[in-house]
């Protein structure tokens, strides 16, 4: 029971840092709309500096995009990480099987 409890403490953490990462890839898709936005509306205003800001938005966004991939991939990987109750049962089933054989074994 306390290798269960383990394992589901496990995919708890698994589960935890999958949703941060994703909340970051949010968080990171969310800042770049906002970014091509003000860009759009600056655009609107002062047309003149419409290269400068052009590079800086693309910038901007290429590396937010970028840091958003790399968070949902990272979450995803973290996903893949997480035990099913299936494995988690064949893993105990598992460790308890190894016990009571080595408890049957004399080891003199």
């Not at 589901?8 to 935890?16: K, M």
């Not at 800042?31 to 500096?49: R, W």
Request: aromatic share 12%; glycine share 4%.
């Amino acid at each position: 029971m306390q290798e269960r409890s383990k394992l589901q403490r496990w995919n708890q953490g698994v589960i935890r840092r999958s949703q941060r990462y994703a909340w970051y890839g949010h968080l990171g898709l969310s800042t770049t709309l906002v970014i091509v936005s003000i860009g759009l509306i600056l655009h609107a205003f002062f047309s003149q500096f419409w290269r400068a800001a052009c590079r800086a938005t693309v910038v901007i966004l290429v590396v937010s995009s970028a840091a958003s991939l790399f968070c949902y991939a990272r979450s995803l990987l973290f996903r893949r990480q997480m035990l099913t109750p299936q494995e988690i049962a064949a893993l105990v089933e598992a460790r308890n099987h190894a016990a009571d054989s080595s408890l049957e074994e004399d080891p003199y």
